[in-house]
């Protein structure tokens, strides 16, 4: 049953929460608004409106918390208008950067870390009844995965949580440090979830982790991932299931088994290699060879047909000639990522890569980022020159925001794809009706970031899928 706030009976306080970073940052944030509106808070649109002002933070770089800095120094005016004003730090900075927030940031009234959303309500109404800062980042916290379905920002997909942490620690990233130790969730839990999800309307969902590939460590019997993916993939009304992040040392021919052979289970792999050379590879503390990430590449495209591959690339890390850098241009050519995330190196404090001299110069990251961003640019504008004349399963989102009159929807590998209505259907009722459907399109044109397609055959007893 929701139950108003007790310190704030007859009024529904308004919560504004403003995320930055990755995909685990929205889910956190959609959980976060299910244990509150089950408490009775509403939500505001515009942080203006709000009673509560929450930031869910990433503590990826020093960057990101500088941007949080800064955006809590604007909000101190804010508060001195309106001294009722309750404003907490969430996530990773929470965890990270702890009580120094208060000390920089008076004004701020929570922190609260990556173990401590479900806390949130009772937080929030300490706070009120007492007046006082709370700092809560307890790091053996358990993190309470309990979902309210209907809340969340996509009615026809969503991103569900198979474990937290990670046990990794390369040495450029935050990550094990303000998210803590590998913790799976149990099947049976991911499982309900998703059922509950499917029947709210759900028909995609992805799977997340810092390290999927590893799910299962430390739960009762032989339990990876592969396993999980068998016992989703039958769930009636769910077509798709995506998965990320996955890391080359724990790939397996089991996992890549299950993605061939399971209908439900999407043909993409986002599978970061960082580099191509086996010297800053080690230094990044990565576990694995670039040999050995072509190999796993080569077994992907020949279990699964048609998949597609994302990853992550870092230039200019401490100690990367331009011989260890043509090796990650020699690695991307020839593995051909639909798309990639490529990143300049910058020390993230804390980690264990301060203690390397970031000697790669500013101008050389630069120029490399760019060379790795115009080598991506061209393999995606060819992969997608070779899907003109085919039909792809797209599952549509709806209106496309910068193509007017058009719908936008996506591939099961992930590909965005821009059609056009059918003729002679109005297209108020078309976008709506079509939504959460999925349709087949042919594709006529593309950028390296976009299909544009037709869908050509078009009847109602088509949509009702
Ligand atoms: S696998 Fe490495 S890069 Fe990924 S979250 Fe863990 S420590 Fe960070």
């Known amino acids: 049953m929701i139950s108003k706030p007790k310190t704030m ?3 529904s306080p308004r919560v504004y ?5 990755c995909q685990m940052n929205k889910l956190d944030t959609e959980l976060s608004i299910g244990s509150l509106a089950k408490r009775g808070y509403s939500f505001a649109e515009d942080e203006n409106d709000a009673d509560v002002i929450l930031l869910n933070t990433c503590s990826v770089r020093d960057k990101a918390e500088h941007k949080v800095y800064s955006q809590l120094g604007s909000l101190r005016y804010q508060k001195e208008r309106n001294p009722e004003l309750i404003l907490g730090v969430l996530g990773c900075m929470a965890q990270n950067e702890g009580e120094k927030i208060f000390k920089r940031m008076p004004h701020v009234n929570l922190v609260c870390g990556t173990r401590m959303f479900s806390k949130l309500p009772e937080l929030l109404e300490k706070i009120t009844e007492s007046n006082k800062q709370i700092l809560a980042i307890d790091e053996d916290g358990e993190v309470n995965f309990d979902r309210l379905v209907t809340q969340r920002q996509n009615q026809y997909s969503a991103f569900v949580s198979i474990m937290r942490g990670c046990d990794n620690y390369c040495s450029y990233c935050i990550v094990p440090y303000v998210r803590g130790r590998e913790f799976s969730r149990s099947v049976t839990d991911i499982v309900d979830e998703v059922k509950g999800l499917v029947d709210d309307g759900c028909k995609e969902i992805t799977l997340l982790g810092q390290n999927v590939n590893s799910y299962g460590k430390g739960l009762t019997g032989k339990v990876t991932l592969a396993t999980l993916l068998r016992e989703l993939d039958p769930i009636e009304g769910l077509e798709r299931i995506h998965f990320l992040t996955s890391h080359p040392k724990d790939m397996t021919r089991e996992i890549l088994e299950a993605v061939g052979e399971l209908p439900g289970v999407c ?5 970061p290699a960082q580099s191509g050379s086996d010297k800053i590879l080690k230094k990044m503390r990565r576990q694995y060879t670039s040999a050995h990430y072509r190999e796993l590449v080569e077994m992907a495209k020949s279990i699964v047909p048609g998949i597609k591959l994302a990853g992550d690339f870092i230039v200019g890390f401490p100690g990367e000639t331009e011989e260890d850098f043509e090796e990650t241009v020699k690695l991307l050519n020839d593995v051909r990522c639909q798309n990639s995330f490529i990143f300049k190196y910058s020390p993230r404090t804390g980690t264990s890569a301060t203690e390397l001299i970031d000697d790669v110069i500013e101008e050389t990251k630069k120029s490399r980022n760019n060379i790795l961003l115009e080598l991506q640019k061209r393999i995606s504008t060819e992969e997608n020159k070779k899907m003109h004349g085919k ?11 910068t193509n007017a009159g058009r719908l936008i929807g996506r591939t099961r590998q992930n590909q965005i794809v821009v059609f056009n209505q059918p003729e002679g259907i109005n297209q108020a009722g078309t976008s709506s009706s079509l939504s959460g459907k999925l349709v087949n399109i042919e594709i006529v044109d593309s950028t390296d970031l976009t299909l544009f397609g037709d869908l050509r055959d078009f009847s109602f007893n088509e949509m009702a899928h």
């Open 17 to 21: 929460i403003k995320t930055f970073g």
């Open 267 to 271: 043909e993409y792999l986002h599978m």
């Open 391 to 401: 039909s792809v399963e797209v599952l549509v989102e709806g209106e496309s925001k």
């Open 9 to 11: 009976e007859g009024s």
